[in-house]
């Protein structure tokens, strides 16, 4: 999800944003390759269950890291995700928001 998150309730997005929700495995995908991989460049708190608002400044780090990173030999399903996160941080740098990741 990507927009003006904080100010929102839980299941609800401004009108600005979009939504994406996963299957259940891609928590798990996630856990084993991108939480550790953006550890180092962007310090966070993540695990099975926790949600996390990364603003424009940790996206576009986040964003320089997944251009590498989509370059490199991944699963298919992995691959797939980076690329909704590149598209939903991209869009929340160019309006100056943020993405929330639950995992």
Not at 17 to 34: A, K, T
């Amino acid at each position: 999800m990507y927009g003006n998150v904080p100010c929102l309730p839980i299941d609800g997005i401004d009108g600005i944003g979009e939504r994406f929700v996963g299957e259940e495995s891609d928590s798990w995908i996630l856990l084993e390759d991108f939480v550790p991989g953006i550890d180092s460049i962007c310090p966070n708190v993540l695990d099975y269950g926790d949600v996390d608002y990364f603003d424009s400044e940790k996206c576009r780090v986040i964003v320089e890291w997944l251009t590498i990173r989509i370059k490199m030999d991944m699963e298919q399903r992995l691959e797939f995700l980076y690329g909704i996160l590149m598209d939903y941080m991209t869009k929340a740098i160019a309006i100056g928001t943020g993405v929330v990741i639950g995992l």
